[in-house]
């Protein structure tokens, strides 16, 4: 099976992207409020940022990923970080293979952009079968026990993601 990415450059894809999400808020499981979850999903599309949808070759939205440049406690200035905001598949498609290919065609999407990134950042649950995943692709910089449970922060160098992904075969998306 192959797959498609397309980024969302409208206001139709945006929408896409937050239905997406909020069909299957129920097995996000983000440790947190709803409220929270929301502005956390919504900020790429209410920031104008990054939100980007993966299709099946039969045309049916399996997944997205959404990223922010910048940090709030610096008013997003500082473009050079990038922050994933959330990444879900559906149950049925969380393998390697796409997890690869998302990799790959997100970190060439960010490298043509007009900012130079140097950092990726991404919090995640603490969880026994994702922390080894994570750890491998960055380094635990922070963990914060919240009333919904533990939170992990993770950042790595963006060079290092690009190359990782770089690696194996892989499509060029852009040019």
Same mark, same amino acid.
């Given at each position: %099976?192959? /797959?498609?990415?397309?980024?969302?450059?409208?206001?139709?894809? %945006?929408?896409?992207?937050?239905?997406?999400?909020?069909?299957? /808020?129920?097995?996000?499981?983000?440790?947190?409020?709803?409220?929270?979850?929301?502005?956390?999903?919504?900020?790429?599309?209410? %920031?104008?940022?990054?939100?980007?949808?993966?299709?099946?070759?039969?045309?049916?939205?399996?997944?997205?990923?959404?990223?922010?440049?910048?940090?709030?406690?610096?008013?997003?200035?500082?473009?050079?970080?990038?922050?994933?905001?959330?990444?879900?598949?559906?149950?049925? /498609?969380?393998?390697?293979?796409?997890?690869?290919?998302?990799?790959?065609?997100?970190?060439?999407?960010?490298?043509?952009?007009?900012?130079?990134?140097?950092?990726?950042?991404?919090?995640?649950?603490?969880?026994?079968?994702?922390?080894?995943?994570?750890?491998?692709?960055?380094?635990?910089?922070?963990?914060?026990?919240?009333?919904?449970?533990?939170?992990?922060?993770?950042?790595?160098?963006?060079?290092?993601?690009?190359?990782?992904?770089?690696?194996?075969?892989?499509?060029? /998306?852009?040019?």
């Amino acid at each position: %099976m192959s /797959y498609d990415f397309s980024v969302c450059a409208t206001e139709f894809y %945006m929408q896409n992207y937050l239905e997406f999400l909020l069909e299957n /808020y129920s097995t996000l499981n983000l440790p947190y409020p709803f409220p929270v979850t929301l502005s956390y999903i919504a900020s790429p599309a209410f %920031m104008e940022q990054i939100a980007i949808l993966c299709f099946t070759d039969e045309h049916e939205m399996i997944g997205t990923i959404g990223c922010i440049l910048g940090t709030g406690e610096n008013d997003y200035r500082d473009t050079h970080i990038a922050q994933i905001q959330v990444v879900y598949f559906l149950e049925p /498609y969380r393998r390697t293979l796409l997890f690869l290919r998302t990799m790959q065609f997100f970190t060439q999407h960010l490298a043509q952009l007009p900012v130079d990134i140097r950092e990726m950042r991404f919090w995640a649950p603490a969880d026994d079968y994702l922390s080894p995943l994570f750890s491998k692709l960055a380094n635990q910089t922070t963990v914060v026990d919240t009333e919904n449970g533990t939170l992990i922060e993770y950042r790595a160098s963006f060079s290092d993601w690009h190359s990782y992904a770089a690696k194996f075969r892989h499509d060029v /998306y852009y040019d």
